[in-house]
């Protein structure tokens, strides 16, 4: 052994080095960082899609970069119906389905309030997050008509059954056509309940200067 160090003491030296070297890279490398798993969308979704196991997968992510809300388990999120459109690889979220987690943000005691319009094809004019006053106008004879009354002002849309497909058991019904849903004040909810069997329910879009009612 002695000997061959003697005839190759160079090549000695050298791998000497490179094993010195490689430790030290080992020990500057940091550990790998911890990941989670959430699901991802593996395809564009429309609004309306009732999600099935191929249309999420498992996606792995730094823990700092999961937001409240995000899904873990498929089983969770299957069946449920998507309120807003998803981008294929973009994360699923509770407040992107159709159920509580709508209301994700809005002040505490809100309710999301289903409201039939009188002409169900206006729905196609308003999307989820257009600000909206809801008005009411009865009738109280064949020809004769009340004022109108604006019941909420700048209420935000959180879903329209322009979007397709049902509402499941979030809304009881399968009835969908000229519904729309929106998040309002305990005092907007109070009387947004049971209006649309007092007269017939319009919108009217506003921006964000329409106030609140």
């Not at 959430?38 to 099935?52: C, M, N």
């Not at 409240?68 to 981008?87: E, F, V």
């Not at 064949?142 to 509402?167: F, I, N, R």
Request: overall charge neutral.
């Amino acid at each position: 052994m002695l000997s061959w160090l003697g005839r190759n003491r160079r090549l000695a030296i050298a791998l000497l080095l490179c094993l010195a070297a490689g430790i030290t890279v080992h020990q500057l490398t940091p550990p790998p960082a911890d990941t989670v798993s959430v699901l991802a969308a593996t395809r564009d979704l429309p609004a309306g899609t009732a999600l099935t196991a191929t249309d999420l997968s498992a996606t792995k992510i730094p823990p700092g970069m999961v937001t409240a809300g995000s899904m873990s388990d498929a089983g969770d999120a299957a069946g449920k119906q998507l309120a807003a459109p998803l981008r294929k690889g973009q994360l699923v979220t509770d407040s992107l389905l159709l159920g509580p987690g709508l209301l994700t943000g809005t002040p505490p005691g809100s309710a999301a309030v289903p409201l039939r319009m009188a002409d169900p094809s206006s729905i196609q004019l308003v999307s989820p997050g257009q600000l909206v006053n809801v008005v009411l106008t009865g009738a109280n004879g064949y020809d004769q008509q009340s004022p109108s009354e604006v019941l909420a002002s700048a209420v935000p849309v959180l879903w329209t059954s322009g979007q397709g497909g049902k509402t499941g058991q979030w809304l009881g019904t399968g009835e969908t056509d000229g519904l729309i849903v929106v998040a309002a004040a305990p005092e907007q909810a109070a009387r947004l309940a049971g209006a649309s069997t007092q007269g017939k329910l319009f919108f009217v879009l506003v921006g964000p200067e329409g106030g609140a009612g």
